[in-house]
């Protein structure tokens, strides 16, 4: 059996981010498994510009921002199995994994949990109607365009305004499709303003809030959908109902860290970010493992997924290294206006990044963090959004007594 | 005429409120960076667009390569654009980073791949 000071599961942006992080700080002993043939994780298909603005402080691509890291990885050597599928963990740190070439077991003193995040599909979604072929999520679609060069639409609904579905009605009005339009359910948008601009307005595609499918239609392939009004409880309102004919839907209905491997192996997990619960060490319920990226909760940047992945692997080294770790009793708890935060426990005698996301808009509002009545940290902000992760430090000397902390919106 | 224009340079989306009288801004405000005051700029005179999309490649383990273009282009020019990008093949291997359409349309930008495919046989 392969013993490994640390095995890094997904080699897309914080699978990679995290292997060089550990690398630089002297953990050099560790492997990347990738279920795919390539590294580079979803980034892969994702070709547009406007990543990297950030670290590299120019516009990239995907595969750009995804080679800038690979080629590094390729200079130090740093070892990776690409087409290797991990089957389970355990919470001893046992991975067990598929290839072409059969099963591998490895032991970690170290696991960083690197999987990303997946779409919520229809079954997810429970859109009744029949089962045509034609209804794809948004990223199903973009692999279809960008990975195989097939095109899989020409009359197209968009259900969801996340930023993969924006970004797919321009792709493919590009390619000589029709978007119709983008129907969300929630009453407002799930995506960044910026790409309802550049990907809908400018093409002339209209957004409807508060609207939903409600029927789908088709024998073989799909022929329409229905779309309907819906209340503020999001349920459809009878009578609202509208056909239309289209050949395709796409869902880009929200994005779920991919957690099964984490779950199956005893990792305690948010209710809200359907990641792991974890401290201010990115370390999970079960020691020695890490979590961070899109698995922990989705970002809207990969900048701040690389960035996160980094600050894991430096704990992770310390870790590694024998070093303990100062243990999280504080809680923090998501108070009102707050989706979630990450961390969910903190030492109190360390600085931390605090990242979240609001639970609807909000304007001129403050983030405020609270221990009891006592304000330990307040921003005003003009303008919060629940597409935009919002960020920031809290200091040490900021938390004053061994008490649950609360973010709030006010 | 008062217009509120979302900045599209940052996920930030800063609403960038100006007063602009014959494509002449009078006043600008609500930007948190000069990027922002950029794009108002540019947006009121002439909008301008990055575009991505794919070309083909023969004999490579992948069957596309994606492109970009380096620079902004007018609005108006994206689907002529599109179209001579469409009109490129490429034959494996292909480097990342490689001009394959230099000032394409007569405009200041390049396309350039942004993926390295592999030959088939290497």
């Known amino acids: 059996m392969e013993q490994k000071d640390a095995v890094i599961i997904g080699g897309g942006p914080a699978g990679l981010a995290a292997a060089l992080e550990l690398y630089f ?70 991975i067990t994994a598929i290839s072409r070439e059969g099963v591998i077991v490895c032991q970690a003193r170290s696991v960083i949990l690197a999987m990303g995040c997946k779409e919520r599909s229809r079954g997810a979604l429970g859109i009744p109607g029949e089962r045509p072929a034609g209804v794809f999520t948004a990223g199903t679609a973009q692999a279809y365009m960008n990975l195989y060069n097939r095109m899989p639409a020409k009359e197209v609904i968009i259900l969801g305004s996340g930023d993969i579905g924006m970004i797919m009605a321009r792709r493919l009005t590009l390619e000589g499709a029709h978007v119709q339009a983008v129907f969300e359910i929630m009453p407002h948008p799930g995506g960044l303003p910026r790409n309802i601009i550049q990907c809908l307005e400018d093409y002339h595609i209209p957004l409807y809030l508060s609207h939903t499918v409600t029927g789908i239609h088709g024998d073989s392939r799909l022929t329409g959908v229905t779309i309907s009004r819906v209340d503020e409880r999001l349920r459809p309102i009878p009578g609202t109902e509208k056909e239309y004919a289209c050949d395709t839907l796409i869902l880009s209905a929200g994005l779920i860290p991919d957690n099964q491997l984490s779950a199956e192996a005893g990792v305690v997990l948010d209710p809200h970010t359907k990641g792991a619960v974890v401290d201010e060490h990115y370390q999970t319920s079960i020691p020695g493992v890490f979590a961070a990226g899109n698995v922990l909760h ?15 692997a430096s704990e992770a080294a310390a870790y590694i290294r024998g070093v303990e770790l100062a243990p999280c009793q504080l809680e923090i708890r998501a108070g009102k206006g707050i989706g979630h935060t990450i961390p969910q426990r903190v030492s109190g005698k360390k ?15 403050s983030i405020v963090v609270r221990q009891g009545d006592r304000v330990v940290w307040r921003r005003k902000m003009k303008k919060v959004i629940p597409a935009e992760m919002i960020q920031f430090t809290i200091k040490a000397e900021q938390i004053q007594k061994q008490e649950e902390l609360e973010v709030s919106v006010e | ?3 509120i224009y979302t900045c599209i340079i940052c996920p930030g989306g800063c609403e960038i409120e100006t007063e602009i009288k014959d494509k002449r801004i009078l006043s600008l405000t609500g930007n948190t960076c000069d990027k922002g005051a950029d794009y108002v700029r540019q947006e009121v005179t002439a909008p301008a667009r990055t575009i991505a999309t794919s070309v083909r490649v023969k004999g490579g383990v992948l069957p596309l390569a994606s492109v970009r273009l380096t620079r902004p282009i007018p609005k108006d020019m994206i689907l ?30 390049d396309v350039i791949t942004t993926r390295n495919v592999r030959a088939v046989s290497e």
């Open chain 2, 80 to 109: 002529s654009v599109m179209e001579q990008i469409k009109k490129i093949s490429l034959t494996a291997p292909v480097l990342s980073g490689t001009v394959i359409l230099k000032g394409v349309c007569g405009l200041d930008s």
């Open chain 1, 298 to 312: 989705v970002h809207d940047l990969v900048d701040f997924v690389s960035i996160e992945a980094e600050a894991l």
């Open chain 1, 351 to 365: 600085d931390f990044l605090l990242s979240l996301r609001v639970g609807s808009p909000y304007k001129d509002c």
């Open chain 2, 1 to 3: 005429m008062k217009k």
């Open chain 1, 25 to 94: 700080q002297g953990i050099q002993d560790i492997l990347i498994l990738e279920r795919e043939d390539h590294l580079g994780g979803i980034l892969r298909q994702c070709i547009h510009d406007g990543f990297g603005l950030g670290r590299f402080k120019k516009s990239l691509s995907g595969p750009e921002y995804a080679q800038a890291f690979i080629d590094e990885i390729e200079k130090y050597k740093i070892s990776y199995r690409t087409g290797t599928a991990v089957m389970e963990v355990s919470e001893d740190h046992r």
